[in-house]
């Protein structure tokens, strides 16, 4: 991690950083730390974008600039909080301006703050869509252009993005991914001594902090003036025509999509080369900067985690070229003797920490009707018998249909439901004094009211609290879906289960892309188990989907009582999320006395709590029961083939009906 930060310190053209990793791993606390050991910047005096003395923008709002007076500040780690919102981000009109002088005046935002210096966000996974696209604009363009209420201004925003994330928490948008140019895996390290020294140096910061920080003031200096030098070297650099064909060469060799891998692996190289004072790239600087750029852009299955094979580097690299190599192992970055090398491989990823049982829970005061029981005569004699079981792969995911929650909700900004949310796009306006200020609708609320309170013709306009309007924002939002999926005997079947689970991995990618929680109820047998409670880490319910065994009876009941359980006390957590319940079954239910009427009543149960619900009929073979659809009816939920999760499938329908 701390080379990936120097490499992309002295050559912000790497593209920025993405840390993964548990939690408490201290990723925040060094990127915090890296603002420390920036070279001072100059900057044009009064300029608010931070411009160039030696290079200014000619298109700066603040220009042109003539007389320049250079002026030195420290480099700039701006943060970006995953709840800013776009007016905070990429500026807005002045209301102090406009409403005190008439003025329309731009009040930059944090991209131009950010401008020439470094950008972090913590929990990068976890950004709303509508600011990941604005990040994804200045990143590849290098400017920011704001449109918005009578202000049209467009300014530089180059800038080295640096993100953390714990995975746990769900991943990131495939586009943002591949914007950051390096990636890295952290983790707490196991070594006794190692964690010992960490606990020992964070005591003594928090007794003294002057006394800790004076102890390594002449090792950050040391560092800061390293990366300085290696700032003004890195353009002496020579990158051959040997060092380029190994570099295409590598990144052939892994498979990866576009060239941006190359061009990113060849920067790299030569800052890692100037980092250690060599005139030219040696294969030791591109299987450094390999490392770092390719593993998140090698061609992957949907939930697999980014990874490296370093002994396919190795072979890719070669050691047949006579190609001089005086550091084959490059020293560390931190000057701290006591730290593990950087080039050593990364510790693997810790334990599976996603809870796998619900916290004690107390029942709230407004419950639900009472939920049809089990008789104790619906344990017939087969419940203490084996039940043979099969494990199914699932297959390639496919493009799936989308599953939305019926009406307008107001839950977290996402991809799936309608809902009034604090982004996207502007459908009204309330009276009411909130965050984001309609400012048009003020002033026309402001307008009618200017005669009766004596405004001279050419004054200014006077204003009330009362004028003030809210924006009323649509756009979409994300939903907990839960998953609730017959393993029973009757879908045993190895082709028919395992194409029941490439539906559900297809509907998770699809959770996945729209930011959802998912979880994941499976019944079989005589009993319903929450396999996994609800989360942000859709990667985790996927290898639970793998590993879901099949056989047995089907307790239809059990699972939809299960799944509504679930849900009740979701909506107890986190009242504003809407679930969306996906069932997979073929309708049949054969556990227990009256099997199929205590289907019937947990439907009607679950229907009972207002949840929305889509019934997914897995039912094969040319006699059909029609289950499955009688279930959806007493759910009132929508209803679809198994085949019709795909959205190939989708369009194929609507192209028929089209035609006819």
Same mark, same amino acid.
């Given at each position: 991690?701390?080379?990936?930060?120097?490499?992309?310190?002295?050559?912000?053209?790497?593209?920025?950083?993405?840390?993964?990793?548990?939690?408490?791993?201290?990723?925040?606390?060094?990127?915090?730390?890296?603002?420390?050991?920036?070279?001072?910047?100059?900057?044009?005096?009064?300029?608010?974008?931070?411009?160039?003395?030696?290079?200014?923008?000619?298109?700066?709002?603040?220009?042109?600039?003539?007389?320049?007076?250079?002026?030195?500040?420290?480099?700039?780690?701006?943060?970006?909080?995953?709840?800013?919102?776009?007016?905070?981000?990429?500026?807005?009109?002045?209301?102090?301006?406009?409403?005190?002088?008439?003025?329309?005046?731009?009040?930059?935002?944090?991209?131009?703050?950010?401008?020439?210096?470094?950008?972090?966000?913590?929990?990068?996974?976890?950004?709303?869509?509508?600011?990941?696209?604005?990040?994804?604009?200045?990143?590849?363009?290098?400017?920011?252009?704001?449109?918005?209420?009578?202000?049209?201004?467009?300014?530089?925003?180059?800038?080295?993005?640096?993100?953390?994330?714990?995975?746990?928490?769900?991943?990131?948008?495939?586009?943002?991914?591949?914007?950051?140019?390096?990636?890295?895996?952290?983790?707490?390290?196991?070594?006794?001594?190692?964690?010992?020294?960490?606990?020992?140096?964070?005591?003594?910061?928090?007794?003294?902090?002057?006394?800790?920080?004076?102890?390594?003031?002449?090792?950050?200096?040391?560092?800061?003036?390293?990366?300085?030098?290696?700032?003004?070297?890195?353009?002496?650099?020579?990158?051959?025509?040997?060092?380029?064909?190994?570099?295409?060469?590598?990144?052939?060799?892994?498979?990866?999509?576009?060239?941006?891998?190359?061009?990113?692996?060849?920067?790299?190289?030569?800052?890692?080369?100037?980092?250690?004072?060599?005139?030219?790239?040696?294969?030791?600087?591109?299987?450094?900067?390999?490392?770092?750029?390719?593993?998140?852009?090698?061609?992957?299955?949907?939930?697999?985690?980014?990874?490296?094979?370093?002994?396919?580097?190795?072979?890719?690299?070669?050691?047949?070229?006579?190609?001089?190599?005086?550091?084959?192992?490059?020293?560390?970055?931190?000057?701290?003797?006591?730290?593990?090398?950087?080039?050593?491989?990364?510790?693997?990823?810790?334990?599976?920490?996603?809870?796998?049982?619900?916290?004690?829970?107390?029942?709230?005061?407004?419950?639900?009707?009472?939920?049809?029981?089990?008789?104790?005569?619906?344990?017939?004699?087969?419940?203490?018998?084996?039940?043979?079981?099969?494990?199914?792969?699932?297959?390639?995911?496919?493009?799936?249909?989308?599953?939305?929650?019926?009406?307008?909700?107001?839950?977290? #900004?996402? @991809? &799936?439901?309608?809902? =009034?949310? +604090?982004? $996207? *796009? /502007?459908?009204?306006?309330?009276?009411?004094?909130? !965050?984001?200020?309609?400012?048009?609708?003020?002033?026309?609320?402001?307008?009618?009211?200017?005669?009766?309170?004596?405004?001279?013709?050419?004054?200014?306009?006077?204003?009330?609290?009362?004028?003030?309007?809210?924006?009323?924002?649509?756009?979409?939002?994300?939903?907990?879906?839960?998953?609730?999926?017959?393993?029973?005997?009757?879908?045993?079947?190895?082709?028919?289960?395992?194409?029941?689970?490439?539906?559900?991995?297809?509907?998770?990618?699809?959770?996945?892309?729209?930011?959802?929680?998912?979880?994941?109820?499976?019944?079989?047998?005589?009993?319903?188990?929450?396999?996994?409670?609800?989360?942000?880490?859709?990667?985790? #319910?996927? @290898? &639970?989907?793998?590993? =879901?065994? +099949?056989? $047995? *009876? /089907?307790?239809?009941?059990?699972?939809?009582?299960? !799944?509504?359980?679930?849900?009740?006390?979701?909506?107890?957590?986190?009242?504003?999320?809407?679930?969306?319940?996906?069932?997979?079954?073929?309708?049949?239910?054969?556990?227990?006395?009256?099997?199929?009427?205590?289907?019937?009543?947990?439907?009607?149960?679950?229907?009972?709590?207002?949840?929305?619900?889509?019934?997914?009929?897995?039912?094969?073979?040319?006699?059909?029961?029609?289950?499955?659809?009688?279930?959806?009816?007493?759910?009132?939920?929508?209803?679809?083939?198994?085949?019709?999760?795909?959205?190939?499938?989708?369009?194929?329908?609507?192209?028929?009906?089209?035609?006819?």
């Amino acid at each position: 991690m701390a080379l990936a930060l120097v490499l992309t310190s002295i050559s912000p053209e790497v593209g920025g950083v993405l840390v993964r990793g548990e939690k408490g791993t201290a990723k925040s606390t060094m990127v915090r730390a890296l603002a420390a050991v920036q070279p001072d910047q100059l900057v044009v005096q009064g300029c608010r974008f931070a411009c160039d003395p030696a290079d200014p923008d000619p298109a700066c709002p603040d220009g042109p600039h003539t007389d320049i007076i250079a002026v030195r500040r420290p480099a700039r780690l701006v943060e970006l909080p995953v709840g800013a919102t776009e007016d905070r981000v990429i500026g807005s009109l002045d209301l102090q301006q406009a409403l005190g002088s008439g003025q329309v005046s731009y009040e930059p935002g944090l991209l131009a703050a950010a401008h020439r210096g470094i950008l972090y966000v913590d929990e990068v996974n976890l950004l709303h869509d509508h600011l990941v696209d604005l990040l994804l604009d200045a990143a590849a363009m290098g400017r920011s252009t704001v449109e918005r209420d009578g202000v049209s201004v467009a300014h530089a925003a180059r800038l080295v993005l640096v993100g953390t994330m714990n995975p746990e928490e769900g991943e990131l948008r495939p586009q943002l991914l591949d914007r950051f140019g390096l990636t890295v895996e952290v983790a707490a390290p196991r070594e006794p001594a190692l964690r010992s020294e960490v606990v020992r140096r964070r005591l003594a910061y928090d007794a003294d902090p002057t006394s800790f920080v004076a102890r390594f003031a002449d090792q950050e200096a040391e560092l800061r003036d390293r990366l300085a030098a290696a700032q003004q070297r890195i353009g002496e650099v020579r990158l051959s025509d040997w060092a380029l064909d190994k570099i295409a060469g590598v990144c052939a060799g892994f498979e990866v999509d576009g060239m941006r891998a190359d061009i990113v692996t060849a920067r790299a190289a030569v800052a890692h080369a100037a980092w250690h004072d060599r005139s030219e790239v040696t294969r030791a600087d591109i299987r450094a900067a390999a490392r770092l750029a390719l593993p998140h852009r090698r061609r992957r299955n949907p939930f697999d985690a980014p990874g490296l094979d370093e002994d396919l580097l190795d072979q890719l690299l070669g050691d047949d070229d006579i190609e001089p190599d005086p550091d084959p192992e490059p020293p560390n970055p931190d000057p701290e003797p006591q730290a593990p090398d950087d080039n050593d491989d990364p510790p693997p990823n810790g334990p599976d920490t996603t809870p796998n049982d619900q916290t004690d829970r107390s029942d709230p005061a407004d419950s639900p009707p009472e939920p049809p029981r089990q008789s104790e005569q619906d344990a017939p004699s087969e419940r203490g018998q084996p039940v043979p079981v099969s494990v199914s792969e699932p297959g390639q995911p496919y493009r799936a249909r989308l599953l939305t929650a019926r009406g307008t909700g107001s839950g977290e #900004a996402g @991809r &799936r439901s309608r809902a =009034l949310t +604090s982004v $996207g *796009r /502007t459908v009204g306006s309330a009276p009411t004094a909130g !965050a984001r200020l309609h400012f048009p609708a003020t002033v026309r609320a402001a307008a009618t009211e200017q005669q009766r309170r004596g405004r001279i013709v050419g004054g200014r306009l006077r204003f009330d609290r009362t004028d003030l309007r809210t924006a009323v924002t649509e756009g979409r939002e994300s939903n907990l879906v839960l998953f609730c999926v017959d393993a029973s005997g009757s879908m045993a079947a190895r082709k028919r289960m395992a194409e029941v689970k490439t539906a559900v991995l297809s509907l998770l990618l699809d959770a996945y892309q729209r930011r959802d929680k998912v979880g994941l109820v499976t019944f079989r047998g005589f009993e319903a188990t929450l396999a996994l409670p609800p989360t942000s880490s859709v990667e985790v #319910a996927a @290898r &639970r989907l793998s590993e =879901l065994p +099949s056989g $047995g *009876r /089907t307790p239809l009941a059990e699972g939809l009582l299960c !799944a509504a359980e679930t849900l009740r006390w979701e909506r107890v957590r986190d009242p504003r999320r809407r679930p969306l319940l996906v069932l997979i079954t073929d309708g049949r239910a054969t556990a227990g006395v009256d099997a199929l009427a205590r289907s019937r009543q947990a439907a009607a149960y679950v229907r009972s709590l207002g949840v929305d619900a889509v019934v997914v009929d897995c039912e094969s073979g040319r006699m059909s029961l029609g289950l499955a659809l009688g279930l959806a009816t007493e759910l009132q939920a929508e209803y679809l083939k198994l085949a019709d999760v795909s959205a190939e499938a989708l369009a194929v329908v609507a192209s028929t009906r089209r035609a006819a």
